[in-house]
């Protein structure tokens, strides 16, 4: 059980140990001159001191450089000025264990007056956990992005491919006519000028097609998930803040869903991208609903669909929504649907608009359920 300095008696000292006992986050007590006075069970486990080796002792042991060299002077100038830079709030810093090792706590502080001694009361809790997560989605982020930015590049570059090989065609057999036309006349200077259009204009196309094949979308690695889960890292990658923007997001999930063989990172770059889009699609509007249904739709295939209450899609768009450089946007490229169908196909999947009764859309599509013992390609 937790210990405190005997300043205390009787059934009100049992109920305060029993109390901060129980607690799961570290409780200390210092006083002004820094000592410790009350020492929790929680304390404990986090700094692996026993209670009978801090209490008494100044609380700067528990801290590691610069914390342990100015924790004397900072409480002193509090002392002196009233000055706050941490009473009151909380604040992320280190701890230092028993064996020298540190960790990351976010300690809040209080203060206050007991029997006329000035103390003061720290809540620590142990983030190590949650800054290991933190960092986890930063990196999911991260690689996210990078292969969002190559897949994006992969797709522009056929888009221009495309775009530029039939102009290109026209210039090398403009240029073939006109360097026949100059043998008749027999103007060597203008056969080579000619011949110099035609070389350059192979070369630029030669340019174009190694670009694309550079970036060119890499088969999907895939293994066998939890789709649940994706979506739901999906939805906190995504950092929509629907909470700030008044959207009311649903993600529901059928009962007993299969596994499925996917590409998680790539499937989470169609998951992110659609719900961007609907987030954005509701802008403006009174009701903003955002909902992410997970359902099998065959033996074989689990349906996801992102479902808005935004306009909807114009009827002008509809035909050539998912090709490249099409956008009901204002801003961007108009490559992000077309991405994502790409993406979807190369998983042996489809994905199509549909209308919803009460207004909005749905884009939907499907993935592949795992068979039993496949477990990735």
């Not at 002196?80 to 064996?99: L, N, S």
Request: net charge negative.
């Amino acid at each position: 059980m937790a210990q405190t300095s005997a300043d205390r008696s009787g059934s009100d000292n049992s109920l305060f140990d029993a109390l901060i006992g129980f607690a799961v986050d570290g409780i200390m007590v210092i006083d002004e001159r820094g000592t410790v006075r009350v020492y929790n069970d929680a304390c404990e486990r986090l700094f692996g001191y026993r209670a009978g080796e801090v209490i008494g002792r100044n609380v700067k042991m528990l801290m590691p450089a610069p914390y342990h060299d100015e924790h004397d002077g900072y409480l002193k100038s509090y002392l002196r000025t009233g000055e706050k830079h941490i009473i009151g709030v909380g604040r992320e810093v280190y701890g230092r264990r028993k064996d020298g090792s540190t960790f990351p706590m976010n300690l809040s502080v209080g203060e206050g007056t007991v029997r006329g001694e000035h103390l003061f009361l720290g809540i620590i809790t142990d983030i190590t956990e949650r800054q290991a997560r933190d960092r986890q989605v930063q990196e999911l982020q991260a690689e996210m992005l990078h292969a969002s930015r190559l897949t994006a590049m992969g797709q522009v570059s056929a888009g221009l491919a495309h775009e530029l090989n039939q102009p290109l065609t026209a210039i090398l057999n403009y240029a073939s006519a006109c360097i026949d036309i100059a043998e008749e006349y027999n103007d060597s200077d203008l056969k080579t000028a000619l011949h110099e259009v035609a070389e350059q204009a192979t070369r630029a196309g030669n340019i174009i097609r190694r670009l694309r094949a550079f970036t060119e979308k890499r088969a999907p690695v895939r293994s066998t998930e939890d789709l649940a889960r994706a979506v739901d890292e999906a939805v906190r990658l995504g950092q929509i803040n629907a909470q700030e923007r008044g959207i009311a997001l649903r993600v529901r999930v059928e009962r007993d869903l299969p596994l499925v063989l996917i590409d998680r990172i790539q499937i989470q770059q169609v998951l992110i991208n659609l719900i961007k889009n609907a987030a954005e699609a509701m802008e403006g509007c009174a009701h903003k609903e955002l909902t992410v249904s997970l359902a099998v739709s065959t033996a074989d295939r689990v349906r996801v669909a992102i479902a808005d209450t935004g306009p909807g899609i114009p009827v002008e768009a509809r035909n050539k929504l998912f090709e490249p450089f099409v956008t009901t946007k204002n801003t961007g490229m108009g490559m992000g649907l077309n991405i994502c169908r790409g993406i979807v196909e190369a998983h042996g999947g489809r994905l199509w608009l549909e209308d919803n009764p009460d207004g909005g859309a749905t884009f939907a599509f499907d993935v592949p359920v795992a068979t039993s013992g496949e477990h990735g390609e």
